[in-house]
């Protein structure tokens, strides 16, 4: 969570930086690589964030209605289904941070990887939650304290 504000607080400042030098006609063009930087890691330390805090799309008011075998089944599809994307997000943005070694960002001569290397660790970080919260869930249950809250009877 840390990484994530550090990342929301860089990528604001450095658009009110950019936009500052361009309005005093003195533009700071490498803020825009900086700029980029912060978003994409932003993007994909945040999706790690999402799955290890259970923020995320898991079909969530779904598996509260459910009990028992039913809920397990569909908390481990879930999770699974997210292990999978999270290892192919690995793979792939390996082989993609491998390939941008070559392509490098004008003006400042990054590489690309720098950017992309996002990707792939953060299918790392999201393969790591995932299977965490699988052995939690086989161990303990998937049921949480926000499920014994009388909230759920009244969603629709």
């Not at 079909?59 to 209605?65: A, G, P």
Request: charged share 15%; proline share 4%; with cysteine.
């Amino acid at each position: 969570m840390i990484l994530c504000g550090v990342s929301i607080i860089g990528f604001t400042g450095s658009v009110f930086l950019d936009v500052v030098t361009r309005e005093i006609g003195a533009p700071w063009l490498w803020l825009q690589q900086v700029t980029t930087g912060f978003f994409a890691w932003g993007v994909f330390i945040g999706m790690a964030a999402a799955v290890r805090r259970n923020d995320h799309l898991y079909l969530v008011e779904i598996t509260k209605r459910l009990k028992g075998p039913k809920r397990s089944f569909m908390e481990s599809f879930n999770r699974l289904v997210v292990l999978g994307v999270a290892l192919a997000m690995v793979w792939f943005g390996y082989k993609n941070a491998l390939l941008d070694l070559g392509s490098f960002r004008m003006p400042s001569l990054i590489p690309l990887t720098f950017y992309t290397a996002s990707v792939p660790l953060s299918g790392i970080l999201i393969a790591l939650f995932a299977i965490e919260q699988l052995v939690n869930g086989w161990k303990r249950g998937f049921e949480g304290p926000e499920d014994t809250g009388g909230l759920t009877e009244f969603v629709e």
